[in-house]
């Protein structure tokens, strides 16, 4: 690698991130389906040309893509390796999550970018669709033991050959779901993406030279690298523990341990994921380029200053024990594997924060809460209202958590509720922050959220819950409180039920005019309850956020003393 100058890097590390983020904002305007045109469940970014390594990635997409995307660009590899016909305008698409991380709703479309005839990266855009085929409509199927139970499953095929569109695979995935015309819409934006990226590609290297823009790219990986390390030397050398556990897996009503050591020695970091559950019948399982990727955005969130780039992980080792729920084997069930990764941020920040809680936050609500409300109207067209909801974050030493967030794996939004009246026959009777659901602190976590939608449609619907934290609340740090637990109820002729397992059920017959409601967890506290302002105690009592007898219990009569 020659030197190149700070300005010049800047310059072109600001260029090649303006790139990612244009294929980001182009798909999203594209987009059929409110999971990406609305909530942002998408990704974009750059890749090395012989390991699949992330060299840029978008700010707008999902941080969880950023490790899970080069091990779907490293299978796209081996695949052309294997083949040997590597060209030009070929594009690959697939779903396989145990190859390419996350699950099967994530359609991922990886292109090569040749400059004079040289390979000299890839392009990959990854986006959620709103369906593809399985036993549940939005194949969150809480249910399932095995991946065919999900969705369809797609290997790493040619979609394109040297430019030239294979219809005969857009057939197959069009016959695999229940809605092709928002499948079609999502797949066309992902394919617009990807060309705007290779003529942005052209005009750099026009201007740049491809051996500038490639000393620049490998500039930037050593410097994450060197940034990374120099962060890893302020902390204290140790080891520290932490466990936390899933509710169960949505077959068997066992909770399920997620467990990790945090060790630093000098400028190296390893994460030991050893006595975490064994890979288990329900679909929390997460396949290890999942689980690689979600220690990643933990990292992110402790180190927030660190670029989007695979130089980061360099010197931190994780380890995963063969057949545990985090290094699950096809074909294991994985399409909750957001509920699995936010367990196993929750769990590194535990141990972190033993180590440096000035840097962590305490646990955020700690589940997607995945409802689709599904059925079909009176002429005959399937309708399916897939989403997830948002809860509290957690506390931290800056200050509150934030009220009604989402996961903290991820930059996407929550649909709004505007947008789902408008597209599906559903109201929402209430969406509101959840009193009392915070976790006590100094500085007290986020509140939850109650939602509660009622079916129009005179057919009716069918609905299916596909969430956490139902049993274990979210936790505090630095003797901070715990979050209230999730709820989830649904609307019967004898009146409000819920699931038996707590936060997973499928098969719930809606009538019109029945609802469900979820009641999401909020954030866990920071710092000792005993330190916290009595003015913000009463001002939350005067909001209606804090009931006068949860504060009364979380922080004693102090807050009492001031005038409400």
Avoid at 267 to 284: E, H, K, N, W
Avoid at 321 to 326: A, Q
Avoid at 480 to 504: C, I, R, T
Avoid at 541 to 561: C, F, H, M, N, T
Wanted: charged content about 20%; hydrophobic content about 40%.
């Amino acid at each position: 690698m020659s030197d190149i100058d700070p300005i010049t890097l800047a310059v072109l590390a600001g260029r090649m991130e303006q790139i990612a983020d244009e294929m980001d904002a182009t798909l999203f305007r594209a987009a059929f389906n409110p999971i990406i045109a609305e909530a942002h469940d998408a990704s974009h970014g750059l890749y090395h040309a012989i390991n699949g390594d992330t060299l840029v990635q978008g700010k707008s997409g999902l941080p969880i893509f950023v490790g899970v995307m080069s091990f779907a660009v490293q299978a796209v590899i081996e695949k052309a390796d294997a083949d040997g016909d590597l060209a030009d305008g070929d594009i690959y698409i697939f779903n396989d999550a145990h190859i390419g991380g996350t699950h099967l709703s994530d359609m991922r479309l990886v292109r090569p970018y040749f400059r004079d005839g040289i390979l000299f990266c890839y392009l990959a855009s990854v986006g959620h669709w709103h369906d593809v085929g399985g036993a549940v409509p939005g194949n969150y199927n809480p249910a399932a033991t095995d991946v065919f139970q999900e969705a369809f499953v797609l290997p790493p095929v040619k979609l394109a050959r040297a430019g030239t569109i294979n219809q005969d695979i857009i057939d197959i995935l069009m016959r695999n779901t229940r809605l092709p015309q928002s499948a079609m819409g999502d797949l066309n934006g992902q394919l617009g993406a990807l060309d705007l990226g290779i003529r942005r590609m052209d005009e750099l290297l026009d201007e740049y030279g491809a051996d500038t823009v490639q000393n620049a790219l490998d500039a930037l990986g050593h410097r994450a690298e060197t940034l990374m390390r120099s962060e890893l030397e302020t902390l204290p050398d140790g080891r520290w523990e932490a466990t936390d556990y899933l509710d169960n897996d949505g077959i068997t009503d066992t909770p399920l341990a997620i467990r990790v050591a945090l060790e630093i020695s000098g400028d190296q970091m390893t994460l030991d994921f050893a006595g975490s559950a064994p890979q288990c019948a329900g679909p929390v399982n997460i396949a290890l380029p999942t689980t690689v990727a979600a220690a990643y955005v933990a990292v992110k969130h402790i180190f927030p200053t660190l670029p989007a780039n695979a130089g980061v992980m360099r010197p931190i080792q994780v380890l995963v024990p063969e057949g545990s729920i985090l290094s699950a084997e096809f074909p294991a069930p994985t399409g909750g594997y957001t509920e699995t990764i936010l367990r196993m941020i929750d769990v590194i920040f535990s141990a972190a924060a033993q180590a440096a809680p000035d840097r962590v936050v305490a646990h955020a609500y700690g589940t997607i809460n995945a409802l689709s409300i599904a059925g079909k109207r009176s002429n005959g067209q399937p309708w399916v209202m897939f989403s997830f909801y948002g809860g509290g974050h957690g506390g931290s030493i800056d200050g509150d958590g934030l009220n009604h967030g989402n996961a903290p794996i991820s930059t996407a939004t929550i649909p709004p509720m505007e947008i789902l009246e408008a597209a599906y026959p559903v109201m929402f009777r209430q969406w509101a922050l959840r009193p009392d659901s915070a976790g006590a602190g100094t500085h007290r976590g986020g509140f939850g959220a109650t939602y509660e939608i009622e079916v129009l449609e005179e057919n009716g619907a069918e609905a299916f819950l596909f969430g956490e934290r139902g049993r274990f609340a979210p936790k505090g740090i630095a003797m901070g409180g715990d979050a209230a637990m999730n709820v989830f109820s649904y609307e019967q002729n004898g009146g409000w039920a819920h699931p038996p397992l707590a936060s997973k059920m499928r098969g719930i017959t809606l009538a019109q005019g029945q609802a469900v409601r979820l009641e999401t967890p909020g954030g866990g506290g920071y710092g000792a309850a005993d330190d916290r302002d009595p003015d913000r105690i009463t001002r939350d009592v005067r909001r209606g956020l804090v009931s006068a007898e949860q504060a009364d219990k979380s922080y004693g009569p102090i807050w009492r003393e001031v005038p409400l």
